[in-house]
């Protein structure tokens, strides 16, 4: 029997992929703009050569017909895109079923990230500062991956680094870090908003969302909390430090 190196398997995969994909190259928001609204039923690929200043006061909005999107740098150093914006960042809409972030520093001192409902996320060796949020309210069996990243609090106030309802979220080699502009906690994670709870079923624990988290750091600089959980069917936190924290309710 012949086995392939995992290399060559990467490679393949790559090609693959390539095959059955829109690439495209961005180098200022223009371009930007125009590569999230893409008419494409196939993957798109949205590589962002430098850094890239958004001046607009909205999310920029990812098109209807993108089902498949990743945006991807060179490296955390010298692929950037800046929000100037609280309110702007980068919209997911349910439409788009998998949503990939890597090699990449995104930086707001609002709002970066907003997923509704998309089925598979991965961020993977990303610089995020400001709040991620990921709602999954109306879609079952989805998978958030974050790994090799680091969040950072902005010089703004905001109560989360990354708040999410009702996913499965995965977190492995990834640093979380609060300071006095972080208000509530590093995570938030929970299947419960306004004191109801969206799933009325007791029994039905896997609609809940599971948790779990691997060789990762949580620091809440003191002044506020690592992770706040409610109403999840499953947490397993391994190899993972939480510390510097503070019951910061306010």
Same mark, same amino acid.
């Given at each position: ?7 060559? %398997? =990467?490679? #393949?995969? /790559?090609? *693959? !992929? ?5 690439? &495209?190259? @961005? ?17 798109? %690929? =949205?590589? #962002?050569? /430098?850094? *890239? !200043? ?5 999310? &920029?909005? @990812? ?17 950037? %895109? =800046? ?168």
């Amino acid at each position: 029997m012949c086995f392939l190196p995992i290399y060559f %398997i =990467i490679l #393949i995969f /790559n090609i *693959i !992929i390539t095959g059955y994909a829109k690439v &495209l190259n @961005v180098n200022n928001v223009s371009e930007l703009k125009n590569a999230l609204q893409f008419q494409s039923d196939n993957i798109v %690929i =949205i590589n #962002i050569k /430098n850094e *890239i !200043i958004v001046d607009d006061s909205d999310f &920029l909005i @990812v098109g209807d017909s993108i089902s498949k999107i990743i945006i991807k740098g060179r490296s955390t150093n010298n692929s950037k %895109i =800046i929000f100037n914006s609280k309110k702007s960042g980068i919209f997911f809409g349910k439409n788009v079923s998998d949503v990939e972030i890597t090699d990449i520093f995104l930086e707001s001192e609002g709002s970066v990230l907003y997923f509704d409902n998309n089925q598979n996320i991965n961020i993977y060796n990303a610089h995020i500062t400001g709040f991620t949020e990921a709602n999954m309210d109306s879609i079952s069996k989805n998978v958030f991956t974050i790994t090799d990243s680091f969040f950072s609090t902005p010089k703004s106030p905001i109560n989360y680094l990354l708040k999410a309802f009702l996913s499965n979220l995965v977190i492995d080699n990834s640093r979380f870090y609060g300071t006095d502009n972080l208000l509530i906690s590093c995570l938030y994670i929970t299947n419960k908003d306004n004191s109801e709870a969206y799933v009325s079923n007791e029994d039905n624990r896997n609609a809940f969302g599971t948790v779990e988290i691997s060789n990762s750091l949580f620091d809440g600089g003191y002044t506020s909390r690592g992770i706040i959980g409610y109403f999840i069917s499953d947490i397993n936190i391994r190899n993972s430090e939480i510390k510097d924290c503070y019951n910061n309710v306010r």
